[in-house]
T-cell receptor
Framework: EDQVTQSPEALRLQEGESSSLNCSYTVSGLRGLFWYRQDPGKGPEFLFTLYSAGEEKEKERLKATLTKKESFLHITAPKPEDSATYLCAVQDSGGSNYKLTFGKGTLLTVNP | DSGVTQTPKHLITATGQRVTLRCSPRSGDLSVYWYQQSLDQGLQFLIQYYNGEERAKGNILERFSAQQFPDLHSELNLSSLELGDSALYFC??????????????FGEGSRLTVL
């Protein structure tokens, strides 16, 4: 069964203090790894898709990277508006094309 | 705004009751997905419909059922409710049959509280 573990569960940063969130996964074969952002009271919002080890994607202060066992979401010089829960999900190449398996997320708080 | 509309936003009911959650996907999207989010389990995939047909099932209980109508809106029916069914229920949509790019468009969810 596909498994996704995110760490830390919660992270508190000062504005401008860069850090990384981790997503470790277990799948029989990886079709894709996805990062989403979820604000309180809202649905998840898509950020990135990574397909193969070594791939990187960037968007503003966020950069996602992928290895064969894990993915990192690097946050450079974060701002308070980056505060949210960041969710990682995987799609198994051996499974249906429809199911994403999500981790429980990392709650990021950026203080001004 | 993702373009996915869910109603109601909040629902409080009693054990043993039945409720219906409604979802309107983004204009043009043919696939609708239902997810359950609880504090201890995270986001769990329940079921997917594509153009009116069931395409995939996840961890959906037998007490739960769903359907997608010709106008592409979907309903999730939860019956014989238990305290443990209290959760956020999200609907998401995508253009095609699968999730090729991983990009699902989520609604704002329906928060169900079972007392």
């Amino acid at each position: 069964e596909d498994q996704v573990t995110q760490s830390p569960e919660a992270l508190r940063l000062q504005e401008g203090e860069s850090s990384s969130l981790n997503c470790s996964y277990t799948v029989s074969g990886l079709r894709g790894l996805f990062w989403y952002r979820q604000d309180p009271g809202k649905g998840p919002e898509f950020l990135f898709t990574l397909y193969s080890a070594g791939e990187e994607k960037e968007k503003e202060r966020l950069k996602a990277t992928l290895t064969k066992k894990e993915s990192f979401l690097h946050i450079t010089a974060p701002k308070p508006e980056d505060s949210a829960t960041y969710l990682c999900a995987v799609q198994d190449s051996g499974g249906s094309n429809y199911k994403l398996t999500f981790g429980k997320g990392t709650l990021l708080t950026v203080n001004p | 705004d993702s373009g996915v509309t869910q109603t109601p936003k909040h629902l409080i009911t009693a054990t043993g009751q039945r409720v219906t959650l409604r979802c309107s996907p983004r204009s043009g999207d043919l696939s609708v997905y239902w997810y359950q989010q609880s504090l201890d389990q995270g986001l769990q995939f329940l079921i997917q419909y594509y153009n009116g047909e069931e395409r995939a099932k996840g961890n959906i209980l037998e007490r739960f059922s769903a359907q997608q109508f010709p106008d592409l809106h979907s309903e999730l029916n939860l019956s014989s409710l238990e305290l443990g069914d209290s959760a956020l229920y999200f609907c998401a949509s995508s253009p095609g049959t699968g999730i090729a790019t991983g990009e699902l468009f989520f609604g704002e969810g329906s928060r169900l509280t079972v007392l």
